[in-house]
Every structure is written in structure tokens, then in C-alpha cells.
């Protein structure tokens, strides 16, 4: 087994989850892959090992129980595959999504919009998907037919960061999308290579995509620092 994926909660009673798996970095352990709930049934301990529900990869939780602890985290390791060392990023343009591209098994698609407009549908299957609605400018502004817009806000930020968080986990690769694809999805996705080892690597992506969109970049730099993710 591999003692480098587990989290042992020191403070957790019987009844309560004892060791996690695959908790991403300084994140919550509601984002763990699994868990293993400690019980006390008439003086004997019995561990139970759970797998919850994750929409686009396990429709309903899973559980099994054992007489010992080790028993439990070898039966979740068997179900549960380590997060890849790295995970594959791909940048691509609203055309090429909806009309040629083919996702590879386990992927996670975010695309980018303006608000009000619907999210494209993808030529090929993602396992699950985010609806990123952000304008393309620096700052707010006023527009002849939109009125009063601004670019994405922190809020925006960490709504697409908890999306992340909660299937990081599981995902094997990542796809991100948005109308012309060399502004705001390479910011999303080199923000990402910030956080996370990525391939391209960030340096790779920063000189594919010299016209990243700065603001959104920043911006969800700043909700990954927030939450302790990554250092300003």
C-alpha cells in the first residue's frame, strides 16, 4: 500500500472517517477519494471502507467492511487508481470542440463563454464538464448593448476551483476551451500548471500562448492562494 495517499484524521472517534484517500494539497478532506470510517460494534472494531458518488465516474457510493484496517485501505487502493503524476492539458478553440475534437478516456472539459451564452456542445464525450461564463476584457467597461460588464471575479475564480478540487482526484486529463482559444482558456490552464504539475508544463504554455488573458490568469491565481494552494 502506498502510505504517501492516505490522511489519518488523529482527532476522529468511532463512527467518524479515520484515514482519508488522495486528499488533494492543503485542501479539505471533502474532496478525500475515499474514506475509512472506524466502528465499534460490541467492543470489536470493524472498519468500514467507503467510496462515494462522483457524477461522470461513479454513479452511487460503495462500501465494504472489514476486521482490520489494513484489510480496508488494500480493497479502496485496488478500487481507487492514484491521481496521475502529472495530468495532460489541452488548450483548443470553441470550433475545433464542437466540430473534431476527441477527448481521451477519464477527461474534464472547462469551457469559457461570455455570460448568456450557452455552453458549446463538445464533438466528443467528457466524463464532466464546467460552464466558465467570463468576458474577454481587463476591466470593467461600458458596453453599447451589454451595459455595465467586468471581467471574471474571485467568485468566479473559486466556483471553478471547487469544481476542480472535487474531481482532481479522478480525472486523467483536461481539456479547456474558449471562443478563439489564445486568451482566456490558456489563462485558466496555465493558472492551473501554477497549481498542479500539467503537461504542457507552465513555461510551455506561457510560450504557446504569449497572449494569455493577464487579469483572468491573476484572478484565479488569487483563489488558489486563498485557499492556501499556492504561494503568492
Known amino acids: 500500500m502506498s502510505l504517501t495517499r492516505w490522511y489519518c484524521d488523529q482527532g476522529a472517534i468511532p463512527g467518524e472517517a479515520l484515514y482519508y484517500l488522495d486528499i488533494p494539497p492543503r485542501a479539505s478532506t471533502d474532496y478525500a477519494s475515499a474514506a475509512v470510517i472506524e466502528h465499534d460494534v460490541q467492543e470489536v472494531d470493524r472498519y468500514e471502507a467507503v467510496i462515494p458518488a462522483l457524477d461522470g465516474f461513479r454513479e452511487t457510493a460503495e462500501s465494504h467492511t472489514f476486521s482490520t484496517l ?6 479502496l487502493e485496488q478500487r481507487i487508481p492514484a491521481p496521475p503524476p502529472s495530468y495532460p492539458i489541452d488548450v483548443v478553440p470553441e470550433w475545433w470542440l464542437r466540430d473534431y475534437y476527441t477527448p481521451s478516456p477519464g477527461s474534464g472539459l472547462i469551457v469559457i463563454t461570455e455570460p448568456g451564452k450557452p455552453a458549446v456542445i463538445p464533438h466528443g464525450a467528457f466524463a464532466i464538464s464546467y460552464h466558465l461564463q467570463a468576458w474577454d476584457i481587463p476591466s470593467t467597461i461600458i458596453h453599447p448593448t451589454h451595459g455595465t460588464i467586468a471581467p471574471m471575479t474571485l467568485r468566479d475564480g473559486e466556483r471553478l476551483l471547487e469544481f476542480l478540487l472535487r474531481y482532481r482526484n479522478s480525472l ?22 501554477e497549481w498542479i504539475r ?12 504569449p497572449g494569455f488573458h493577464r487579469p483572468m490568469y491573476r484572478t484565479f491565481c488569487q483563489a488558489l492562494i486563498a485557499r492556501g494552494l499556492l504561494t503568492p
Open 70 to 75: 489494513d484489510d480496508a485501505k488494500q480493497w
Open 198 to 209: 500539467t503537461a504542457p508544463t507552465t513555461s510551455d504554455l506561457i510560450s504557446r500562448y
Open 172 to 193: 486523467r486529463a483536461l481539456t479547456v476551451s474558449c471562443h478563439a482559444g489564445i486568451s482566456r482558456s490558456p489563462a485558466i490552464a496555465i493558472a492551473i500548471s
